[in-house]
């Protein structure tokens, strides 16, 4: 048997091609992670438009609570501007607005109106 004769181009080619297909997976993997943590912020915010509605309100409690849960989630830059925070009567709107970053960079907001039913 004779030993043929190699190219190494064909060798580099497929190592480019192994080395961008980790780098497309990486980045899938990351984009992945990304809408999880965004998935965490909106159930954490159903959460708690639910508690507003038997209250007519965020509490200060809730608040605080709500505060330490979001940033355990990856928030960062947390505000609450607009969020319904004096008690309304029944049938009334109410609103959780949450704006922040994930990892720093990524900015999201979820807002939440609901009715008072307490």
Do not use: H, P, W
């Amino acid at each position: 048997m004779k030993r043929e004769k190699g190219n190494i181009g064909d060798l580099m080619a497929a190592c480019i091609c192994m080395l961008l297909m980790t780098l497309l997976l990486v980045s899938y993997m990351d984009s992945v992670r990304l809408v999880d943590e965004k998935t965490e912020i909106n159930q954490i915010a159903r959460k708690y438009i639910l508690r507003m509605e038997t209250v007519g309100m965020l509490t200060e409690s809730d608040r605080q609570l709500l505060d330490r849960e979001l940033e355990a989630a990856g928030a960062s830059g947390i505000s609450l501007e607009g969020t319904t925070f004096d008690r309304v009567g029944y049938g009334e709107e109410i609103v959780l607005k949450i704006k922040g970053k994930l990892r720093g960079i990524y900015g999201f907001e979820e807002k939440r109106m609901s009715t008072a039913k307490y």
